[in-house]
Every structure is written in C-alpha cells, then in structure tokens.
C-alpha cells in the first residue's frame, strides 16, 4: 500500500479511537510541543508520561553534562506542559517508585491510569522502537508509534530515494533536500550558481584572535536541582559536570541560535575545519544538542540562516555550509541509520579488535591532538566535527580500534549523542566500518592534516615532520600502515590510488620502518 494512504489510515483510525483515553508516552529527546504524539491528544482526558529512566543513564555511561542537560530539559518541559493545562505523569530519577527501565514504568502507568491505548512518537534509537513494539502484546492494548515530524525528509521518503540508487551519497540527496526545501535556491537553480561551497571551507586558523564565545546561561533552580542529583548518583561517569551552561528550554534555544547567528556564523563557512588548542568552539553553532532533543527546529535554524544571508549579513559559503550539515548530513545520516539497522551496529569492515586504549577517558597521552579534544570533551561534552573526525575518530581508525567500543565511547560522552545520528557519523563516516556505504573513501590522514589545520603540533613531543621512529608523529607511520594492512578492502578504491602509488613508490627498508614502528607503537596502547 502506497505509504500515504497508510498514513491516512492510520491517522483516520486514531481519530476514531479520540474517545479512548491515551497514555502519551514522550521521551526524553522529544521536547516539543509539537511533537506527534501530542497533536492528537486530549488534554482533558489523557496522560502525559516522561520519566526519567535509570538504565536510560547507564546503558553507556553518559556524560554528567548530558545527564543533566537531558534531565533538566525534561523537567522544563513537563512544567511547561503542566502550565498549559496538560495532566503529566512525571516520574523522577529518586522517586523510590521508580523501577529504573521504560517497559516497567509504562507498566506501572498503565496500572495506574489505565488508558484505552499508548501513544508515542518514533523514537531516535532501534533499541528502544524494539522495547516500544513489545509493548501491545505486554500491556494487551493498542500502542500507536507516530512519525516523528521533526524531520525535513520522511523515513518512507528517504527509502524511496536510496532505493534502487547504487551509491546513494549525501550530495546528492543534499540537492534533492535544497529542492524540496527551497533553501538558498533560485527557481530550480543554486543560488550563487553552485550547489556546494565547501572547498573555500577549509581555511586554517592559526594566529587568529578575538573568537565569539558560545551562548552560555546560568542554571535556574530547576538544573541547579538535578546538577545535585547527577553529582550524587553519577559521580563516577566520565566529565566535568560545571560550569553548566547550557540551555534547557525552546527559549534560550533560540537565543542560542540568534546569538550564533549574530557572532558565528559569517565565520563559520571559512573556519569550518579549523581546530586551536585554546578554543574550544570557534565559529561553530553549538546547536546540535538543543535540535536533537526538540528544543529547536532544524528548519526554523535554516531558514535563519538563510536570512542572515539573504539580508547581507553572512556570506554564501557560511549560509549554504551550515544549511548543508543540517537539511543535507544530519537527515541523510538519519536515513542510513533507519534504513540500515539493526545489522549497521555491528558492521566492523576492516575487522579490527584492539580495545579503545585508557587514555580516550582520561586524556592522558602525549599527543597533544589527541589529549587537547579529549580534555576538552571531557570540560564540554562538546568537540566540533573535525576534531570528532579527524582526531579522535582518524586515530581510532588508523590503529584498528574496534569499532562497536568506538561507538559507544561517541554515544557517551557528547551531549548531542543520540544513536540514530552518532552511529552513522562514528561507525560510517569516521570508522569505515560500513564498508563504504556512507562514505566513499576512509576519513584517514597523516600528521600533516592535523598541522595544515591546527596548532596542536606545536606542543607536542612528538615531530609532525618525522615520518618513522619514536619521535615521529604517530599518526604518521599508522596512516601508511593501515593502507599497507588493509590493501585486500582499499586497494581497487580509485579515491586512494594516489596514496597506493606512493606507498609503492617508497623503498622496501622505509616500507619496513613503517611497519615496524607503527608495531612497536601500537603494542603501547
Ligand atoms: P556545527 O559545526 O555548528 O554544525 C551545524 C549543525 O549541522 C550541527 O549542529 C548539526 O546539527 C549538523 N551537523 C553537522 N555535521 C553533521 C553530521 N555529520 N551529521 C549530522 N549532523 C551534522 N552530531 C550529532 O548531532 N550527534 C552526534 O552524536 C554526533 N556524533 C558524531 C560522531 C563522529 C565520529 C563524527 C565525525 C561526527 C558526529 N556528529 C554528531 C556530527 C557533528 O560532529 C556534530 O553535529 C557537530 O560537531 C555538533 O556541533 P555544532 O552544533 O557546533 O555543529
Ligand atoms: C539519553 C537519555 C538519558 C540519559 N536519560 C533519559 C531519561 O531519563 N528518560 C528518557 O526518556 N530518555 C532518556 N535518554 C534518551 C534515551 O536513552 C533514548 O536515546 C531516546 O529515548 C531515543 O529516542
Ligand atoms: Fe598530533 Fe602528531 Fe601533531 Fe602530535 S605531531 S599533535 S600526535 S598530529
């Protein structure tokens, strides 16, 4: 059956059930009030259920900024919910009732309230849609699982468009997404005549100054209140819990958008893959996070953008890289997740074991890249895309890391994590691990990359310019060695026949200077 008069169906046969009494189920990376499950509700008759979920907290050992910043946005929300009249349901980490997983607390909701039927909306994460889709024969009673309409693209839609296409890539689901969208367009052209303005993205920062600081806001009594409960419970999870300064409502949201719009943004196109010790954040958003748990509306952010260009105040490159990430990354990335899963979570294409060594926890290594983006993940809960890419996730890959702990390293220690976009990125887009699916060749460099596009070379002890041997920049002879190891996967890509004739080109003893030095290193970790 065509998928809209599916749809139809389906929303015909909910309105006949309006005068059944919902259980409206709202998790906790779903906090807008025009979510799905909410546009059918009755807010005299149904109930409202978030709760706050221990082993939602520790299945990978998150953050403590993203425990709080989740936790916090939650409670802001059902307050805000509860002001306009809506009955909710809300059950707190430390409320001794509290049995800890959502399958049990829907239950004892449902014992309580007992509804005629459970509505929710799609949730961001295969693992719970599967918790979610036992529910009907658990409960005996009808669960109604809405699309999520936060999305640009529709999961259907998606399919439809990869469907049949040999390499579906980003690009040009990216022009489709333009098309359909109307963002930055002329008629059916690019505005500016070009789809993509990414080659003069790539400017390096080094001895620039005077960078704006991200939107930062104090904690009310609400966050102050669950920064005391996350100290206490989650002590022992990876990060620094203050300075908290992160929004938790659909209002400082927005001044966070118009605040980067204001500061960041005209540099954002330029600087994009820069990265400097001493700034964490450059000229990047800092929005992820708010868009993934619905406090802010990706096309909303988008059509800001584009009249911050429109009106003279950014430049195209800007306008149209950062509309890029979001209508053409963020909603692809989303379609291989749902399209893919669940054997995308367990693809490791290069087939690599070794385990993620200590000092992605602790920052404690001497390569000055690698122990910069972790210290400062650990600070922020944040690190911007290049250094999740080509730091973090270059070495991770380069050194064989197993590709599953890699993943759940990502999924836990930023605070936009959520798996339907950080698998892909991490697993897909970073780890290869895919095979090639998402991305048409390995996000792999040498040193050089890092020292075009940052100063971390500068402090570090070992030499960016050494290619073999103790002192030589690690990632150096591992980028040779991962090609040398992995020639039977990347030898016929012709995006990397350069790199093959140039590893040719070297002389039998440097080849071995190579690999041996990448094994003495690598017995280190
Ligand atoms: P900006 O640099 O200001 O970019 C603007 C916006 O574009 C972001 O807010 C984000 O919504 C979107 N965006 C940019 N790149 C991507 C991308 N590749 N995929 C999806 N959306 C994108 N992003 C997440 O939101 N959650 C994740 O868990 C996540 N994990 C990642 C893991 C790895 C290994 C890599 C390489 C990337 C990951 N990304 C993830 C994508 C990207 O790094 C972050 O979206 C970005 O760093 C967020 O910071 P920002 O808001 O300052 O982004
Ligand atoms: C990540 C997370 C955390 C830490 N805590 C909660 C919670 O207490 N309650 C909740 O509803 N959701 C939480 N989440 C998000 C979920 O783990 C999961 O990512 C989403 O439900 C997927 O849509
Ligand atoms: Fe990183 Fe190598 Fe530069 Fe050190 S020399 S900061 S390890 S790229």
Aim: hydrophobic share 35%; net charge neutral.
């Amino acid at each position: 059956m065509p998928f809209r008069r599916r749809k139809v169906e389906h929303l015909n046969r909910m309105r006949d059930d309006m005068d059944k009494t919902n259980l409206v189920v709202i998790l906790g990376d779903q906090l807008s009030t025009d979510i799905s499950s909410l546009g059918l509700a009755d807010k005299d008759r149904d109930h409202v259920l978030m709760v706050e979920v221990d082993a939602e907290t520790r299945y990978v050992k998150h953050h403590k900024k993203k425990i709080a910043f989740i936790l916090s946005a939650m409670r802001h929300f059902a307050q805000s919910l509860r002001e306009n009249g809506w009955n909710v349901r809300y059950v707190e980490l430390d409320d001794p009732d509290n049995v800890g997983n959502f399958t049990s607390e829907i239950e004892r909701a449902v014992q309580n309230v007992c509804p005629d039927q459970i509505v929710i909306t799609d949730p961001g994460e295969w693992r719970v849609l599967e918790m979610v889709r036992s529910w009907s024969s658990r409960f005996n009673l009808p669960v109604h699982i809405l699309e999520d309409r936060r999305f640009l693209c529709s999961l259907s839609e998606f399919q439809s468009w990869a469907e049949g296409r040999k390499n579906p890539r980003m690009e040009n689901f990216y022009r489709e997404m333009r098309k359909k969208t109307g963002l930055l367009m002329d008629g059916d052209a690019p505005l500016g005549g070009k789809w993509n303005f990414d080659h003069e993205n790539r400017k390096s920062a080094k001895g620039l100054h005077n960078w704006p600081t991200p939107f930062q806001i104090a904690p009310d009594e609400i966050t102050r209140d669950v920064l005391e409960l996350v100290e206490d419970r989650f002590a022992h999870h990876f990060g620094d819990l203050t300075p908290f300064w992160f929004g938790v409502t659909p209002e400082a949201a927005e001044q966070a958008l118009e605040h980067f719009i204001d500061r960041a943004l005209p540099g954002f196109g330029d600087f994009q893959d820069a990265m400097l010790h001493a700034e964490k954040f450059l000229y990047h958003s800092l929005l992820s996070l708010y868009m993934n748990v619905g406090l802010l509306h990706p096309l909303k952010v988008c059509k800001a953008v584009e009249k911050a260009y429109k009106s003279g105040k950014v430049p195209l490159n800007s306008a149209e890289g950062y509309i890029r990430q979001i209508i053409g990354w963020r909603e692809y990335v989303r379609g291989i997740y749902w399209r893919h899963m669940p054997d995308y979570l367990n693809r490791n294409y290069f087939e690599a074991r070794r385990s993620l060594p200590g000092f992605y926890w602790t920052a404690d290594t001497p390569m000055a890249c690698l122990k910069s983006a972790i210290e400062q993940t650990r600070e922020e809960a944040y690190a911007h895309h290049i250094q999740r890419l080509m730091v973090t996730g270059n070495f991770a890959l380069l050194a064989g890391l197993d590709p599953h702990e890699v993943h759940e390293w990502y999924l836990a220690v930023y605070a936009d994590a959520f798996e339907w976009v950080e698998l892909p990125n991490t697993l897909g887009m970073s780890q290869f691990a895919d095979g090639g699916l998402l991305a048409s060749k390995p996000y792999a460099a040498s040193g050089n990359y890092i020292n075009k596009m940052s100063d971390y070379c500068r402090n570090c002890q070992f030499d960016v310019k050494q290619k073999t041997g103790d002192q030589a920049c690690p990632f150096n002879f591992l980028y040779w060695d991962f090609l040398d190891r992995n020639r039977d996967k990347l030898g016929n890509n012709h995006r990397l026949s350069y790199s093959y004739r140039t590893w040719d080109k070297m002389s039998e003893s440097k080849q071995q200077d190579v690999r041996s030095s990448a094994q003495k290193f690598l017995k280190t970790l």
